[in-house]
């Protein structure tokens, strides 16, 4: 496996990557973009950062993390300095450590960056997933009424 920066180019890739990200915020499909299309949409904006997993020639996964403003926040903002970051690894690709080889590689990029947090936000009840990030040194940081939970890792 190889792990290369994103570009534009990879926004079509990013934007499937959401569906297994974020599957469980998205709207009925004929219903045209869901409310997670904010961490694509005109993609390439200052702060904006992806790295793709490419396995046989093929994307197999991705990171990224981007700004938001205060008046239109992503799921787990935290404030207008913290990216917030979304991993997601095709299914038939799970569980062969490149979510974490990705998480890792985006945390150092972000570090290099200069930023001082990474934020996210899962599921409530996705105690597997909260698990991860707690085991990469994410902490949670709101609970949302048990629907979501902002988790963030200081760098």
């Known amino acids: 496996m190889v792990i290369r920066r994103g570009g534009r180019q990879d926004v079509r890739f990013l934007r499937d990557m959401l569906h297994h990200a974020y599957y469980w915020r998205e709207r009925d499909p004929d219903e045209g973009p869901g409310p997670v299309a904010r961490y694509v949409k ?8 992806a790295l793709i997993a490419i396995e046989d020639g093929f994307p197999v996964g991705a990171a990224w993390y981007r700004l938001f403003r205060r008046e239109q926040p992503g799921y787990g903002f935290v404030d207008e300095e913290t990216p917030e970051l979304a991993v997601a690894v095709v299914p038939s690709r799970r569980g062969r450590g490149i979510g974490d080889a990705l998480l890792e590689a985006l945390v150092e990029r972000a570090r290099a960056d200069g930023f001082r947090a990474l934020s996210l936000s899962v599921e409530g009840d996705n105690e597997a997933l909260c698990g991860f990030y707690e085991k990469h040194g994410f902490e949670r940081v709101s609970d949302d009424d048990g629907d979501t939970v902002t988790m963030l890792r200081r760098l």
């Open 42 to 49: 005109g993609w390439g904006r200052p702060g904006d950062t």
